[in-house]
């Protein structure tokens, strides 16, 4: 094709036929552009369906996360909610509105209150790697995007209030290093002494009753209730929605494919 091309530009000047060869010229060079377009065209075609390939490995590979995080986030709702229902029965212990509970009853609603720790530990293998390699660019939903780049300071936010809600039940294990109250009734009471520690149970049990005399200890537990209460509402429950509102947005991705 360069060859027929070279001869009738040869044969144009060899003529003398200068208007036609500038005309030929011309169309050569128009020639040329359309094929680097078409070119650039088919490049660029290929790059958007690798591309959208890749967003699509990306998106399914998000959904699996978030599905797993709101999995684990429900269950800490959950556990949390226990929580302060199990601290405000002791409250209304301490208020007279129930008939004091036995040793037994008031170990086992200690153990079961104050035992466990909370903390959401999402699935964020996948989000961390496109964000330090800058694929999330490869998302094409802006909103989706958006979302997602926010996830990560969101969860800072949910730390710091864990951390907060951390520091009450603290203050409250806190009550049971000193030599007023006994531990160790609690975890002989609740059979955590014998089954998970591997000690016999005493003979003798001290009581820990006169907690529920305790202004102090009353305080704790409010500020408790607060701190428990805080994280569910403002911090649990809308993280909930925004992983739904993610979840949803994914899928409309992936069906749109």
């Known amino acids: 094709m360069i ?13 003398k036929k200068f208007g036609n060869y ?20 088919i490049n660029n075609n290929n790059e958007y369906k690798i591309t959208r390939k890749k967003e699509q490995t990306y998106l399914r590979g998000l959904r699996s996360e978030f599905q797993t ?50 903390a959401f530990n999402p699935n964020n293998s996948l989000l961390s790697e496109m964000v330090h390699s800058g694929s999330l660019k490869d998302i094409s939903n802006i909103e989706l995007r958006k979302r997602l780049t926010n996830w990560l300071s969101t969860l800072d936010d949910i730390a710091t209030q ?19 109250y006994s531990l160790r009734t609690i975890l002989d009471q609740t059979e955590v002494s014998e089954k998970e520690i591997g000690l016999s149970q005493r003979t003798k049990t001290a009581s820990n009753l006169q907690l ?3 202004t102090a200890f009353e305080n704790n537990i409010l500020l408790f209730i607060l701190a428990c209460r805080a994280t569910e509402t403002a911090h649990y429950q809308p993280l ?6 993610i979840l949803e947005l994914i899928d409309v991705e992936i069906k749109g494919n």
């Open 22 to 41: 500038l005309l030929y010229a011309i169309g050569e060079i128009i020639l040329v552009v359309i094929g680097i377009l078409i070119a650039l065209a």
């Open 3 to 15: 060859q027929l091309f070279r001869k009738i530009r040869q044969k144009l000047i060899a003529e």
């Open 212 to 214: 529920l005399h305790s």
């Open 69 to 118: 995080s709101r999995i684990k986030l429900q269950e800490l709702i959950r556990v949390n909610k226990n929580n302060y229902e199990g601290a405000k029965k002791i409250v209304e212990y301490i208020s007279d509105k129930m008939p004091p509970p036995t040793e037994q009853q008031f170990s086992e609603l200690l153990f079961h209150t104050f035992a466990f720790d909370i």
């Open 240 to 245: 909930l929605e925004e992983i739904d509102t």
């Open 162 to 180: 864990e951390h907060e809600l951390a520091l009450q039940r603290e203050y409250m294990l806190d009550l049971f290093r000193s030599d007023a």
